[in-house]
């Protein structure tokens, strides 16, 4: 079945980085243009950033822009979030989810079970 | 960009019907992309409606959405047990923002 799977979450101090990294199977990866989508505690959902089928787009939300970095490798079916310069309002749930349908049209689906970043020293 | 605007709670007994609303600036008016997502706690968020009015394979038929000017709406009929979840509305925002989340509705069945 179809299936998103995260990992590379973790505690790390402020200013450091990290990668997060979303597995994909099930689909036809090379296909799907992807988002990461974060929740921090006790807080709602907001988009963080939007890469197309084929890599060659990217798009931020102004939350994160020139600090993270997001691409796929299509021969891997992985999705990838590279994160730098990282605050106590970067800790939060980050969900990976796939974009159904023509961009921006459809929706976001499927979606990962998240991985939980958390910034503290 | 500022969050969509959606009530913080709504609640109803089993069979009852609610609505959630969903408000924005032209955003939500503009594009007619608006979608909505049920989040369970501790699971992956599962995409109920699209391009406001549109049900995905394997939705029940029980969700609904509608759009009048800047608000959407999703209406859910014949309320279950297992509908008790939070949800959001998600608009497409431009070339500029992209995409915006409302606040979350937590619904609570009676």
């Known amino acids: 079945q179809v299936q998103l799977v995260e990992s590379g979450g973790g505690v790390v101090q402020p200013g450091r980085s990290l990668r997060l990294s979303c597995a994909a199977s099930?689909?036809?990866?090379?296909?799907?243009?992807m988002h990461w989508v974060r929740q921090a505690p006790g807080k709602g959902l907001e988009w963080v950033a939007v890469?197309?089928?084929?890599?060659?787009?990217?798009y931020y939300a102004d939350s994160v822009k020139g600090r993270f970095a997001i691409s796929k490798d299509n021969s891997k079916s992985t999705l990838y979030l590279q994160m730098n310069s990282l605050t106590a309002e970067d800790t939060a749930v980050y969900y990976c989810?796939?974009?159904?349908?023509?961009?921006?049209?459809?929706?976001?689906?499927?979606w990962g079970q998240g991985t939980l970043v958390t910034v503290s020293s | 960009q500022s969050a969509l605007t959606q009530p913080a709670s709504v609640s109803g007994s089993p069979g009852q019907s609610i609505t959630i609303s969903c408000t924005g600036t032209?955003?939500?008016?503009?594009?007619?992309?608006v979608s909505w997502y049920q989040h369970h706690p501790g699971k992956a968020p599962k995409l109920m409606i699209y391009?406001?009015?549109k049900r995905p394979s394997g939705v029940s038929n029980r969700f609904s959405g509608s759009n009048s000017g800047n608000t959407a709406s999703l209406t859910i009929s014949g309320l279950q047990a297992e509908d008790e979840a939070d949800y959001y509305c998600?608009?497409?925002?431009?070339?500029?923002?992209?995409?915006?989340f409302g606040t979350g509705t937590k619904v609570t069945v009676l």
């Open positions: 989810a796939g974009h159904s349908g023509s961009y921006p049209r459809g929706g976001f689906d499927p």
């Open positions: 099930g689909l036809t990866f090379s296909n799907y243009g």
């Open positions: 890469i197309s089928y084929d890599g060659s787009n990217k």
């Open positions: 032209s955003d939500v008016g503009s594009y007619n992309l």
């Open positions: 391009e406001v009015n």
């Open positions: 998600c608009s497409y925002a431009g070339s500029n923002s992209f995409y915006v």
